[in-house]
T-cell receptor
Framework: GAVVSQHPSWVICKSGTSVKIECRSL??????MFWYRQFPKQSLMLMAT?????????EQGVEKDKFLINHASLTLSTLTVTSAHPEDSSFYIC?????????????FGPGTRLTVL | AQSVTQLDSQVPVFEEAPVELRCNYS??????LFWYVQYPNQGLQLLLK??????LVKGINGFEAEFNKSQTSFHLRKPSVHISDTAEYFC??????????FGAGTRLAVHP
């Protein structure tokens, strides 16, 4: 159980376009999902916490107008990179927390590789 | 504030040798600790977790970790590694507001 999927697994886009990444919890309802960014050979950097039915909470230094997060249902959160530029190229990973757990175990999606040309 | 320090950025080891990946943490709240593994171009997979109880935790793929409160450590061990264990390993501790705090990662490279 506790499977999280992401779509697409990779995407290439032109500079200035917007890209949407989907994160789905397949066998559980996730009131809280997380979006991370990972640069090559580095750790995960938390970008934002996505809460179903409310606004996302962004980490310091993350532009909320550039990285739009929508958590419209208990199984789907989306991250939209608006007006993408080459420096936005990265590996984006989402995770979901099973409701009711006190210990914050997160289940991770397989990641989305974004390349902006 | 919570933090995690992974003391080794890279650990090279020969196949069938034992390995230990080191992790130290600091936390001002209840400590829950996790080890995740990441294979190239993939998300993170949970290896094991410490929530409470026995300080020796067994996980998947033959890995185990020991929670040491006095030394604030949670080192990951495997008695005999395989080529397929080559990956990036992340230690994490629970943070506030449902967050996980990750270490910088340790790249385990298993050589034949």
């Amino acid at each position: 159980g506790a499977v999280v999927s992401q779509h697409p697994s990779w995407v290439i886009c032109k500079s200035g376009t917007s890209v949407k990444i989907e994160c789905r919890s397949l066998d559980f309802q996730a009131t809280t999902m997380f979006w991370y960014r990972q640069f090559p050979k580095q750790s995960l950097m938390l970008m934002a916490t996505s809460n179903e039915g409310s606004k996302a909470t962004y980490e310091q230094g993350v532009e909320k107008d550039k990285f739009l997060i929508n958590h419209a249902s208990l199984t789907l959160s989306t991250l939209t990179v608006t007006s993408a530029h080459p420096e936005d190229s990265s590996f984006y990973i989402c995770s979901a927390r099973v409701p009711g757990q006190a210990y914050n175990e997160q289940f991770f999606g397989p990641g989305t590789r974004l390349t902006v040309l | 504030a919570q933090s995690v320090t992974q003391l080794d950025s890279q650990v090279p080891v020969f196949e069938e040798a034992p390995v230990e990946l080191r992790c130290n943490y600091s936390s001002s709240v209840s400590v829950y600790l996790f080890w995740y593994v990441q294979y190239p171009n993939q998300g993170l997979q949970l290896l094991l977790k410490y929530l409470s109880g026995s300080t020796l935790v067994k996980g998947i793929n033959g890995f185990e970790a020991e929670f040491n409160k006095s030394q604030t450590s949670f080192h990951l061990r495997k008695p005999s590694v395989h080529i397929s264990d080559t990956a990036e390993y992340f230690c994490a501790v629970n943070g506030g507001y449902n967050k996980l705090i990750f270490g910088a990662g340790t790249r385990l490279a298993v050589h034949p």
